[in-house]
């Protein structure tokens, strides 16, 4: 059992990871980045599901 949550402990960490990269590049203003980032830092899963609903584009799918 102990691998099992060690392994969804990495896959959150990754998504969350590639989730703040995101919101780094994307095109919206600072204080907008700083918030989500936040958002994904404080909650992990549910900051990763929320951004990935509703938090800022990159700037290469916008094109």
Do not use: Q, Y
């Not at 980045?33 to 700037?59: C, E, H, M, Q």
């Amino acid at each position: 059992m102990l691998e099992v949550s060690g392994l969804g402990g990495l896959i959150i960490l990754a998504l969350d990871i590639w989730a703040i990269v995101s919101i780094i590049s994307s095109g919206t203003t600072t204080g907008k980045k700083v918030l989500w980032t936040l958002l994904v830092l404080l909650l992990p899963v549910l900051g990763f599901i929320i951004w990935l609903v509703a938090g800022p584009r990159s700037r290469s799918s916008m094109a």
